[in-house]
């Protein structure tokens, strides 16, 4: 149902989420991005402007900085609304402003905010809005090749969300 690949090896059978597999891999990737994003900013040539409450923007205008740190440049542009003028280039595709309205949204909701947490949040964002959905059925080469990035990964078992990527039925009786 374009929602699970199917795997065989000696160990046994394995059933692996493909949206969860393709997070974990967009997942390493974006942390390694996420690690020095100043010289990946690009200007935008029509700034994205975004709307908060008042106690939001309040709060938000303290927390500009942060924003700075992965890569995305937020200003203040009078009352409520804010402007981004540039965003790291390897943003995941028609998802740009999502991706900064939900940073913006756990910026806002944290007590106190780490820089390591932070790059963990935003590259978790981006993977999951860069990954094929349930419901998208791949071809046999587009599954081998995300079975093997998924072997190349540093933590290969679960999503950045913590969920299971792959469910092992081992054979009972190897005699
Ligand atoms: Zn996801
Ligand atoms: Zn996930």
Not at 40 to 50: K, N, R, V
Not at 93 to 113: C, D, P
Not at 134 to 159: G, H, K, S
Request: charge should be negative; include cysteine.
């Amino acid at each position: 149902h374009g929602t699970y690949l199917i795997a065989q090896n000696d160990e046994g059978l394995f059933l692996i989420d493909q949206h969860a597999a393709h997070e974990r891999v967009n997942y390493e990737f974006y942390y390694e991005k996420f690690g020095q994003p100043e010289e990946a900013s690009q200007e935008l040539l029509l700034p994205i402007t975004l709307e908060f409450t008042r106690a939001e923007a309040d709060k938000l205008k303290d927390r500009l900085h942060w924003f700075e740190r992965v890569g995305v440049y937020l200003e203040h542009f009078g009352g409520q609304t804010f402007r981004v003028c540039a965003y790291p280039y390897w943003f995941p595709k028609g998802e740009e402003q999502r991706v900064i309205e939900e940073m913006a949204e756990w910026v806002l909701s944290e007590r106190k905010i780490d820089l390591s947490k932070l790059r963990e949040q935003a590259s978790t964002l981006c993977s999951c809005k860069a990954s094929i959905k349930a419901n998208q059925r791949l071809t046999d080469a587009e599954a081998n090749m995300l079975l093997q990035r998924l072997a190349a990964c540093r933590q290969p078992y679960t999503c950045p969300h913590g969920r299971p990527i792959v469910e092992i039925g081992r054979a009972s009786c190897r005699e």
